[in-house]
């Protein structure tokens, strides 16, 4: 994916953090605290529960309730964070780093006093 011109990719994914960043030219870190993102993750695994999220998911690869992955979320600020923050930290494009959704949302609506009218 990342060898596209043009891609987007969202989620946590640890492995590949360091062969993604510098192809990126843009980093959007929603660092959101853990209740927020474990409220998230709970809410979307019991509301999609056995449905397909578009061609997030493969074929056959419903929606479920994951314990090891809601543990993840619960442990990752203690156990995982600072070291993505760290191989963040290596990267050179533009970063938007947002600590809470209502800022994300005044970035967002920033954003959108200034979209171009074609």
Same mark, same amino acid.
């Given at each position: 994916?990342?060898?596209? $011109?043009?891609? *987007?990719?969202?989620?946590? +994914?640890?492995?590949?953090?360091?062969? #993604?960043?510098?192809?990126?030219?843009?980093? *959007?870190?929603?660092? =959101?605290?853990? $209740?927020?993102? %474990?409220?998230?993750?709970?809410?979307?695994? *019991?509301?999609?529960? !056995?449905?397909?999220?578009?061609?997030? %998911?493969?074929? !056959?690869? $419903?929606?479920?309730?994951?314990?090891? %992955?809601?543990? =993840?979320?619960?442990? +990752?600020? #203690? @156990?995982?964070? /600072?070291? &993505?923050? &760290?191989?963040?930290?290596?990267?050179?494009?533009?970063?938007? #780093? =947002?600590?809470? $959704?209502?800022?994300? /949302?005044?970035?967002?609506? &920033?954003? @959108?006093? +200034?979209? /171009? *009218?074609?």
């Amino acid at each position: 994916m990342a060898n596209r $011109p043009r891609w *987007i990719m969202d989620g946590n +994914y640890g492995g590949s953090l360091d062969l #993604r960043l510098p192809a990126a030219d843009t980093l *959007i870190h929603l660092d =959101f605290g853990t $209740p927020v993102c %474990f409220t998230r993750a709970l809410r979307r695994a *019991i509301t999609g529960m !056995g449905t397909l999220r578009g061609e997030e %998911f493969g074929e !056959g690869c $419903p929606e479920r309730l994951d314990w090891a %992955f809601l543990r =993840f979320v619960l442990t +990752y600020r #203690r @156990s995982h964070r /600072q070291g &993505d923050l &760290d191989r963040m930290s290596m990267f050179t494009g533009d970063l938007l #780093r =947002f600590a809470s $959704p209502k800022q994300l /949302q005044m970035h967002l609506s &920033d954003l @959108s006093n +200034y979209r /171009q *009218i074609d």
